[in-house]
């Protein structure tokens, strides 16, 4: 089996969306649930890829395209 089953319990008006959204897309819940997790975790790794690159931005002090330019020209 590829699949787990899972039990959760969600808010009437959540519950009511997803039946909403799961009719008006055509999909089963599990599937839009799948997506939607999916793209939870992916706006997380971003969020990740984001704060990595304030942090080289600072350490270089980087504020323009310039600067990017400069920094990989310089070696």
Known sequence: RTTDVVSVSLPKNISQKLD???KDKGQSKSSLITLMI????????WDRIYK????????FKITSEDDIDRILHER
């Open 20 to 22: 909403r959204l799961s």
């Open 38 to 45: 999916d793209q939870f975790a992916e706006d997380q790794r």
């Open 52 to 59: 990595r690159g304030e942090e080289v931005r600072r350490k």
